[in-house]
């Protein structure tokens, strides 16, 4: 047994989990429950038949607040075990699951917990995760909010499920990603780094096609009414021009670091506001002041102009 992308989404769909759903549908169909210890965020429970996963404490849960996209599905479902007060006993059980499903998982025991992963060997993005917090470790007597607030956490053993899944392109979207038309002329594009498209913050990138051979850069439609960054591990990002707020040019003064200086374009997305580096170096301002310009007036946004220190 292998864990594989396909894999997981067999074994959710067998306990008739509603991954696929968009959050705004799951919230539609769920409601929410307000966060015992994440302030201004709500638990969405979905539901799971038969049970996921042995002597969980609540159902499957996604987290969700006034920043996540309402279009997408959820980014991360996670299950809570805590049948008994001793951490290592809890993973095991969750543990041995597991692998009668997925085959073993990389194996780790950092300074204060016990960690296992499944991840798809081809799209790492798409994995679970199991962790347990060691009791006795003096790190985890430190203050933690969610141990504070529900009785058992502390040697629970949590689940983290990411299926990094995303519903089929529309016909527009897909013929972007096959004939898209370079935002940037060839001498800033040479300058260019692969955008950053990764996970951060509440916009998260998705996987391009397998048989999809775009390169890394940034991209827009023919009509020029829809955008595209794609990275250079694979994952893409699309934006109505509507959806751009500015061009950042930001530069940061040597101080306890070395300093830089970087290139970035702000987006909305659904109800979140995410940036994505375009160009991160030495070059220096000058240059890259002119650069940022030239995007910015090639989009007709905004430029933002920041300097700080690298503290």
């Given at each position: 047994?292998?864990?594989?992308?396909?894999?997981?989404?067999?074994?959710?769909?067998?306990?008739?989990?509603?991954?696929?759903?968009?959050?705004?549908?799951?919230?539609?169909?769920?409601?929410?429950?307000?966060?015992?210890?994440?302030?201004?965020?709500?638990?969405?429970?979905?539901?799971?038949?038969?049970?996921?996963?042995?002597?969980?404490?609540?159902?499957?849960?996604?987290?969700?607040?006034?920043?996540?996209?309402?279009?997408?599905?959820?980014?991360?479902?996670?299950?809570?075990?805590?049948?008994?007060?001793?951490?290592?006993?809890?993973?095991?059980?969750?543990?041995?699951?597991?692998?009668?499903?997925?085959?073993?998982?990389?194996?780790?025991?950092?300074?204060?917990?016990i960690s296992r992963e499944w991840s798809d060997p081809v799209e790492p993005t798409c994995n679970i995760r199991l962790l347990g917090f060691l009791r006795n470790d003096?790190?985890?007597?430190?203050?933690?909010?969610?141990?504070?607030?529900?009785?058992?956490?502390?040697?629970?053993?949590?689940?983290?499920?990411?299926?990094?899944?995303?519903?089929?392109?529309?016909?527009?979207?897909?013929?972007?990603?096959?004939?898209?038309?370079?935002?940037?002329?060839?001498?800033?594009?040479?300058?260019?780094?692969?955008?950053?498209?990764?996970?951060?913050?509440?916009?998260?990138?998705?996987?391009?096609?397998?048989?999809?051979?775009?390169?890394?850069?940034?991209?827009?439609?023919?009509?020029?009414?829809?955008?595209?960054?794609?990275?250079?591990?694979?994952?893409?990002?699309?934006?109505?021009?509507?959806?751009?707020?500015?061009?950042?040019?930001?530069?940061?003064?040597?101080?306890?670091?070395?300093?830089?200086?970087?290139?970035?374009?702000?987006?909305?997305?659904?109800?979140?506001?995410?940036?994505?580096?375009?160009?991160?170096?030495?070059?220096?301002?000058?240059?890259?002041?002119?650069?940022?310009?030239?995007?910015?007036k090639t989009l007709g946004v905004p430029l933002k102009c920041t300097e700080d220190y690298d503290c």
């Open positions: 047994m292998t864990f594989t992308r396909q894999a997981l989404y067999a074994w959710l769909d067998a306990h008739q989990v509603p991954f696929r759903d968009s959050v705004g549908v799951l919230i539609r169909k769920r409601g929410t429950t307000p966060s015992a210890w994440r302030e201004g965020a709500h638990d969405l429970f979905l539901p799971m038949d038969p049970v996921l996963l042995p002597d969980l404490a609540e159902l499957p849960s996604t987290t969700v607040d006034e920043r996540t996209p309402r279009l997408s599905p959820p980014r991360q479902i996670s299950a809570y075990m805590r049948a008994t007060d001793d951490p290592v006993r809890n993973v095991a059980v969750i543990e041995a699951a597991l692998v009668s499903v997925f085959g073993p998982p990389n194996r780790s025991t950092v300074t204060n917990a003096p790190l985890n007597r430190m203050p933690n909010s969610r141990h504070e607030a529900i009785s058992g956490s502390a040697t629970e053993a949590s689940v983290t499920i990411t299926p990094d899944w995303w519903p089929p392109l529309n016909d527009k979207d897909a013929a972007l990603l096959t004939g898209g038309v370079p935002v940037l002329d060839p001498a800033d594009d040479a300058r260019c780094e692969a955008p950053s498209v990764g996970y951060a913050g509440y916009g998260p990138s998705r996987p391009l096609p397998e048989d999809c051979d775009c390169p890394a850069g940034f991209w827009r439609s023919a009509e020029g009414d829809r955008f595209l960054l794609v990275s250079r591990q694979r994952r893409f990002v699309m934006f109505d021009r509507d959806d751009i707020q500015s061009i950042r040019h930001d530069i940061l003064l040597p101080a306890k670091g070395g300093g830089g200086v970087g290139v970035s374009i702000t987006v909305r997305l659904g109800r979140a506001t995410q940036s994505f580096g375009l160009l991160s170096d030495h070059y220096g301002a000058e240059g890259t002041l002119a650069l940022a310009e030239r995007v910015a």
